[in-house]
Every structure is written in structure tokens, then in C-alpha cells.
């Protein structure tokens, strides 16, 4: 039976009655790509129905696509081997699909009821050959336009941009996207550097898949940006001979290149490091200068120049000595002239200090103009000690010391020892002096020398005999003076010497006592003098 039949047959049960027509198809469309298999779902329920057609329509022609009866389903040629239909509930299921497909499919289905519908199935071309392409392919912030291309084959509804994981945002301004049916452009004016940073990419996509692009990368050249020396505030005065550098850095891509400047004269050294031997190689360094370095950028054309920084070479400190008096220095007869030098460096401070305290001038110590070299006139024993000298300059500073000895005395002498003793006592008599050097010592007793020549004489066991007069002489070989100190000594009998009253003690205490009674006494008769007296009656 053809379709027309088929279409009569319908009609005829409709108007006479026997059917109300019912919808028996979802909402469409639906879309299926090439090559896969579709089933056209229906609406109906399982039931047993006299007929079921399926018909298909391009936009011009309309051809029947399955008839199913009761006998079996008769296939039209176009479709034949490739459709089926589910009997119970009429579903149509076509593959594997061809791009001609695509068009209107309409069922009728006669049973109890008659069931009708219609529905668009979309044939879509897988998508495949995402492709990104620019111009130009290398850029140059910010004066570069760029226009990305992305390019696909098959049926592609959407197209995306991606740099990294984050959706290019077009804005209509400075970047823009123009979509045509299988290419996508999107244009950036004015590129930035991290326009592009990428990857990026682009993906093509419709309903049912999506295909991105390979990573894409654009190169854009920036810079130089940010030149900087480090460190860019350097000590004003940088030690000669040492490992001190200057490091140039900029924000550039391509890395730039970079060249030295000493007061806007271009140096023949060119690079990110300038070290102090090639400063001082090419004879600079000794007078402050500035320094600069400009970077170069061989993509964007483009010099910067760093902000200057300013510094001067100057030669460390080395080798103080401090040159003395060589000769035998006596105190009140004596002067010295200490002079401070180095054997190399420039000295810029000179500063004194006597036993780690400074040394200041006085009516007795002069200092030269340059502070290289102090006079003391005359000199005393205070000036006896150590006596520093810093030479310094913005380096460093060192210290030569000198060890002055001026000799005196003997001053201040004593001798200390027990004015009284008992018989069989330690005897220990001192003699102390202030000498330098320390002064020789001759013991004499009662006038005959002794043969003790330490600051300490000693007797182990006094004796009656040793009562008398110790004296002490002190004597200065290099100052030729001499002192002479003496003690008497007492030697008394065992008890004498007791813990006890004094003699003189005694004799306060009896005139005490003969003081208490006179005054009682004196009292007793001033007492009878006021009393009055009373005669007797008988």
C-alpha cells in the first residue's frame, strides 16, 4: 500500500468517527550526529495497534519511512536497512545516520485511538579540526592589534575562548569576538602581556560535544620596564679591591641587554653585573661619580635608563704603629712625643685613648693639628699605661698600642707593724713605697743593717733583745732617689699584754670611784645641814 493510501485510509476513520487524534510525539528537536543511531521516542502506550506510519519530509518532498501492520513492517528503499520500530509503543529508531536525514518526521498510529505527531531531528557533523591561528604571530606591548582565528569542521553552535582555565571575557572595546558559522575571531587591541599569558585556547562546540584546540602561546614582547641597581643606595665609600658589584635588572622580554654608564659616558663593559676590578680597571672609582646602566630591548626597540647611584673607592686602613720615647723616662725630668702612622690607606680621624679612656689636652699634653702625633711635658707617674691609637676612614679603623713606663719614686712610703709585743710572738713589720721600678729595700735595726731585702720583715719568736728601732730604706736605682721610714717596736714580758684594764684604765676607773665618794659624802652633810632638831621632852 503506498502513502497516499496509508493517508486515505486515516483520514476516512477519522471522519467517520472510529478516531480522535492524540498527540504522540514529545517536543522536538532532536539531534544525532553522523554515523550514530537515533530512536525517535513516541508518546503511546503499550497496546496493540492496527497500523503505525512513519513519514519523513526534507522541506520539499515527503516520503513514507516504515509502515508497520500486523503482518510486518514494509521499509521504504531510502531507509531500508537501516530503521526499526518498537511494535508496543511505535518508536522509530534510524541508523546509522547519514547527513540526509536530517528533516521532519511525522507518525500516525490507528488502534483504539489515532495518535499523531510530528518532530525535527537535526543530522549534526561531528566536530573535529579545532584550529587556532594569529596575526601577527608575534606581538609587541602595547601597540599591537591581534586577531586570533579559531577554525573548526562539522556542525559547531558555539565557540569559546579560554586563556588557561579562565573564559576570555569580550568586552566590545578593547577585545572583541565575532562568530561565523565554523570560525571564531577574536581581536585584542592595544595587547598586554598577560592578555595572552595562555595557554590559550578554543573550544567548538554544539549540543551534544565539545572539541577544544591544541594549547596556543603568542609571544608578546614588552619591556624594559623597571630598571633597577641593586643596591641602589650603596655606601658612599666602597672599600678598594673589594668584591662589591652593581646588578642591573628590568622586566623585560626578550631579557634585555644592558650597558653601563660613569657620569652619562658609556663604560666598554656591557652587562647585568658590574663588578668594583672593572670599575677600577678602566681608572674610575677614586673621585665620586654617578652610575647608571640602560636596558635594551632588540624586539621592542625601546632603552631605559636606571636612577644613578654614587659612591667613592678609598683604600682600607692598614698597618698603624705607634712610634715612642726609646729612652729611660723619668718623671718631673722627662718628656715624650708619641707619633701615630699607617703604612698604607688614607687616614681620615686619629683618635687617642690612654688605658681605653680618652686622652685629652691639657697644660701638659699637646696634640699636632693633625692629631698624628701627642707631646707630654713633663711627664708624671700618672702617665704610666697603655696608650691607643685608632686610625680610621668611612672603611675601617685599626689600632696601634704603645706601653708607656715612667719611672718615680719611691713616694708615699710607710712602714706598718705592732708597736708592742709578748716574748715568743710573730714579729711582721711592712715597708711600702710607690716606685717604678719597684724600689730596693735595706732593713737596719737600732741603726745596724739587717740581712732582709723583701718589703716584709719577720720574726718568728720575739726575744726581750728584739725591742728597738726597725728601719726601712727604699731606694730607686733609675730615679736615684731614696726614702727611709722607721718603728719602734716594744717586746714585754707574758701577760703584759692580757686582754684586760689598762693601766690607764685602773687609774680612771680609782679616780672615778674617790670622785663618787666625795660627792656622797658632800651630800650626807648637806642632808644633816637641812634637818631640824628636836629637843626632848624630859
Not at 569576538?177 to 573550544?203: A, F, H
Not at 634585555?256 to 672593572?278: C, D, E, R
Request: hydrophobic share 35%.
Amino acid at each position: 500500500m503506498d502513502l497516499v493510501s496509508v493517508k486515505w485510509i486515516v483520514l476516512v476513520l477519522c471522519l467517520s468517527g472510529c478516531c480522535s487524534a492524540q498527540d504522540a510525539l514529545p517536543d522536538g528537536p532532536v539531534e544525532a550526529v553522523v554515523g550514530s543511531n537515533v530512536t525517535l521516542k513516541t508518546l503511546l502506550k503499550e497496546a496493540v495497534y492496527d497500523v503505525i506510519l512513519w513519514n519523513f519530509s526534507d522541506g520539499k518532498d515527503s516520503i513514507n519511512v516504515v509502515t508497520l501492520r500486523a503482518s510486518g513492517p514494509k521499509v521504504s528503499e531510502r531507509f531500508a536497512g537501516r530503521v526499526s520500530v518498537d511494535k508496543a509503543t511505535g518508536a522509530l529508531t534510524l541508523g546509522p545516520l547519514k547527513v540526509e536525514d536530517g528533516g521532519d518526521y511525522s507518525i500516525s498510529a490507528v488502534g483504539d485511538a489515532t495518535w499523531t505527531g510530528e518532530t525535527k531531528l537535526r543530522v549534526l557533523e561531528p566536530v573535529s579540526d579545532v584550529i587556532i591561528k594569529s596575526d601577527p604571530l608575534e606581538a609587541i606591548e602595547p601597540n599591537t592589534t591581534v586577531i586570533l582565528t579559531c577554525t573548526a569542521k562539522g556542525s559547531v553552535a558555539k565557540f569559546t575562548w579560554i586563556n588557561g582555565t579562565a573564559p576570555i571575557m569580550a568586552d566590545g572595546k578593547r577585545v572583541t569576538q565575532k562568530d561565523v558559522e565554523t570560525s571564531s575571531s577574536l581581536t585584542i587591541r592595544n595587547v598586554l602581556r598577560w592578555d595572552l599569558m595562555g595557554p590559550i585556547y578554543c573550544s567548538a562546540a554544539n549540543t551534544l560535544e565539545t572539541k577544544k584546540s591544541a594549547p596556543f602561546n603568542l609571544t608578546v614582547f614588552y619591556g624594559p620596564e623597571e630598571v633597577t641597581i641593586t643596591p641602589p643606595k650603596p655606601n658612599p665609600f666602597i672599600e678598594s679591591g673589594s668584591n662589591f658589584t652593581l646588578t642591573c635588572s628590568a622586566q623585560s622580554h626578550p631579557p634585555a641587554t644592558f650597558n653601563w654608564y660613569h657620569n652619562q659616558t658609556q663604560m666598554k663593559f656591557s652587562g647585568p653585573i658590574l663588578s668594583l676590578k672593572v670599575i677600577e680597571g678602566e681608572g674610575y672609582g677614586k673621585q665620586a661619580a654617578d652610575y647608571t646602566c640602560k636596558a635594551s630591548n632588540t624586539k621592542t626597540n625601546r632603552m631605559v635608563p636606571s636612577p644613578a647611584v654614587s659612591f667613592t673607592t678609598m683604600e682600607a686602613v692598614s698597618g698603624a704603629n705607634v712610634v715612642g720615647p726609646t729612652s729611660t723616662l723619668i718623671a718631673g725630668n722627662s718628656s715624650a712625643n708619641l707619633s701615630c702612622s699607617a703604612t698604607a690607606g688614607t687616614v681620615k680621624t686619629t683618635t687617642w685613648l690612654k688605658d681605653d679612656q680618652p686622652l685629652s689636652a691639657g697644660p701638659r699634653v699637646v696634640f699636632s693639628s693633625d692629631m698624628s702625633s701627642v707631646l707630654i711635658n713633663p711627664l708624671q707617674k700618672e702617665d704610666n699605661g697603655n696608650y691607643m691609637c685608632h686610625l680610621g676612614n668611612p672603611i675601617n679603623t685599626v689600632t696601634a698600642v704603645y706601653r708607656m713606663v715612667v719611672n718615680y719614686g719611691p713616694d708615699s712610703a710607710t712602714v706598718k707593724g705592732p708597736e708592742a709585743v709578748e716574748v715568743g710572738d710573730l714579729i711582721e713589720i711592712t715597708c711600702m713605697a710607690e716606685s717604678v721600678p719597684p724600689a730596693n729595700i735595706t732593713w737596719k735595726f737600732n741603726g745596724t743593717m739587717l740581712n732582709e731585702k723583701s718589703t716584709k720583715y719577720t720574726i718568728e719568736k720575739a726575744e726581750y733583745q728584739n725591742s728597738g728601732t726597725y728601719t726601712c730604706e727604699m731606694h730607686n736605682t733609675i730615679t736615684g732617689k731614696m726614702a727611709t721610714k722607721s718603728h719602734f717596736l716594744s717586746v714585754k714580758a707574758h701577760g703584759a699584754l692580757d686582754e684586760g684594764l689598762s693601766d690607764g684604765a685602773i687609774a680612771g676607773i680609782v679616780i672615778a670611784v674617790l670622785v663618787a665618794v666625795g660627792a656622797a659624802i658632800g651630800l650626807f652633810f648637806y642632808c644633816q645641814g637641812k634637818v631640824p632638831v628636836t629637843e626632848s621632852p624630859y
